[in-house]
């Protein structure tokens, strides 16, 4: 009895049934909140699709993790409230996720909401949350509830001033409340907020807050202006690096590959702590490498532009050519509509005879079947004009995209020489530098007094001549495997940007030239079988011989 006891204590909730997400669960819940009556029963009737759902709530289901939600791929709004949650995981998959409330839980710390960089509204009223943070990535933030949770000091909500798209905040029920000074800080210190706890904030309830914490506010301020300057400084660069990506030359315009070579080489970061001379020798490779590269870059730059201007070029041709197919097709069934008239009105002058009885339908055969030798002579005349049309519009774009191809080849093969006389020199730069590494650590191997304070693991190779040749030539191995590996990539990846677009030419044009085949087919068949409705109009039993030759093909 006493074990069953303490497997029970276990268990976090052992007096209730705990409820897990599941298929069964969703879909129950989708169509308990779903649409009600008639729409609500042709809504089940069509059934539950997990990955169309916008909009699930699952409310008061005893849930105690989070998981099972990676299907919900078009998930706008996510409700979790009112259930037993301690942490708030596995979102990562709901990206296109707008509003999550995860309110009435126990849930004691913010975390993993990185993935939802889209979450506009998030509620985590009434849990355990005593600190805010981990929350940078949600920078389209409006609506934030934070209400009756455990934070004690109202200085904690400076945290929310980095997201510049908030306006409303609740923040009611948290210890810190009680302390009278709590709103006006708030007030003053959330200048983007405008409504608090679903109040407006007036400038008036701002001023006073600034007058009581003027000295707060100026290093927050500050914080403010660095942190403002460091988000503009790395989105300048990230910019500038998709920039650099179109020419495949991304990290290749400073010191930051070169440097990344050497942090992710643990034998040569022992080496550079030897410091001295050869701190200077690192200093010059370093500039060997950026002027190496720069000239990379800004023929890759050049490169990219000529690339550019060809593929308008390109787009250019081929739309002109489609253009002018456009205006010859137009015209040649204009010319055909001419032509069908005359035809129409002697068919018609049939029928009216027939339907006057005028003539029976043996006597008006012979005539019936002139006007559809006629009407078949001049849709001939039509199918092979607009399928010449087509013939040619496709030889002059296959010959477009032949000369595309070569010409974009020839670019992408000058980079990639370029190239390789650019890594060729970081090659060479590199051999420089481990001949001087070498010659510089062999002035220190063994001097105890020269060595000074070296940290342990570099004192024991510096102490053995093997070890410390062998640590060199390791960490020359590891730099040449990184070049060879960013030289690879660049490579790849043009070769590959290359093939893709000549091949989504290609594969454009197939696709448009077979579009336009069965659209010229669909114009005859829909003429023809207009011309066999006027005919059949005349009787129900037509001559046998006849209908055939309604129906001939051409």
């Known amino acids: 009895m006493a074990e069953n006891k303490s497997l029970n204590s276990l268990i976090i909730h052992p007096d209730i049934e705990p409820g897990v997400i599941d298929n069964e669960m969703l879909t129950r819940c989708i169509l308990e909140y779903g649409p009600t009556e008639e729409a609500g029963r042709l809504f089940a009737e069509e059934g539950v699709h997990l990955d169309e759902a916008p909009i699930v709530r699952l409310e008061f289901q005893n849930i105690l993790r989070i998981d099972h939600l990676w299907m919900l791929k078009s998930l706008k709004k996510l409700t979790l409230a009112h259930n037993l949650i301690e942490k708030i995981e596995n979102l990562d998959q709901l990206t296109g996720l707008n509003e999550l409330d995860l309110s009435f839980n126990k849930i004691e710390k913010i975390e993993n909401l990185q993935a939802l960089a889209s979450l506009e509204v998030l509620t985590l009223f009434h849990n355990k949350i005593r600190k805010l943070e981990n929350m940078d990535t949600l920078e389209n933030l409006l609506v934030f509830s934070i209400g009756d949770n455990f934070i004690e000091d109202f200085k904690e909500m400076s945290y929310l001033r980095r997201f510049r798209k908030l306006r409303s905040v609740s923040f009611k029920g948290n210890p810190c409340c009680d302390d009278p000074m709590t709103y006006q800080f708030l007030k003053s210190a959330l200048t983007r907020v405008t409504y608090l706890d679903y109040k407006l904030v007036s400038e008036d309830d701002r001023e006073t807050g600034r007058a009581v914490f003027r000295g707060i506010l100026r290093k927050l301020g500050e914080a403010d202006e660095k942190t403002e300057k460091e988000r503009v400084a790395r989105e300048e660069y990230e910019a500038r690096v998709k920039f650099y990506a179109l020419s495949f030359v991304e990290y290749l315009s400073g010191p930051e590959l070169l440097e990344s070579m050497f942090e992710k080489d643990p034998d040569g970061s022992i080496l550079l702590k030897v410091g001295g001379e050869l701190l200077g020798f690192y200093e010059q490779y370093k500039e060997q490498y950026v002027e190496t590269m720069i000239g990379l870059v800004d023929f890759a730059q050049d490169a990219y532009n000529m690339r550019q201007n060809e593929i308008r070029l390109f787009k250019d041709l081929v739309d002109n050519a489609l253009d002018d197919s456009v205006i010859k097709s137009k015209a040649v069934v204009e010319e055909f509509e001419e032509k069908k008239k005359p035809l129409v009105g002697q068919m018609n002058e049939i029928i009216l005879k027939f339907t006057n009885k005028q003539a029976t339908i043996e006597q008006l055969e012979p005539n019936i079947i002139d006007v559809g030798e006629s009407f078949n002579d ?177």
């Open 378 to 554: 001049v849709i001939f005349d039509l199918w092979k004009k607009l399928m010449s049309i087509e013939m040619t519009l496709y030889e002059q774009c296959e010959e477009s995209r032949v000369q595309f191809a070569v010409n974009m080849t020839e670019m992408i093969t000058k980079l990639l020489e370029v190239s390789r006389n650019a890594f060729g020199a970081w090659r060479e730069h590199e051999g420089m530098w481990s001949m001087r590494q070498f010659e510089a650590l062999s002035k220190l191997l063994g001097n105890k007094v020269l060595l000074g304070d070296a940290p342990p693991e570099l004192f024991e190779v510096m102490m053995d001549r093997d070890l410390m040749m062998n640590l060199v030539a390791q960490s020359s191995d590891n730099h040449i495997r990184f070049i060879d590996a960013r030289e690879d990539l660049l490579m790849t990846r043009a070769n590959n940007w290359r093939d893709e677009l000549v091949q989504g030419a290609n594969d454009n044009e197939i696709k448009r030239n077979r579009d336009r085949i069965l659209e010229i087919y669909y114009f005859i068949d829909n003429q023809r079988e207009e011309w066999a409705d006027m005919q059949m109009s005349m009787t129900e039993t037509v001559d046998p011989e006849t209908a055939a030759l309604l129906g001939d093909d051409f």
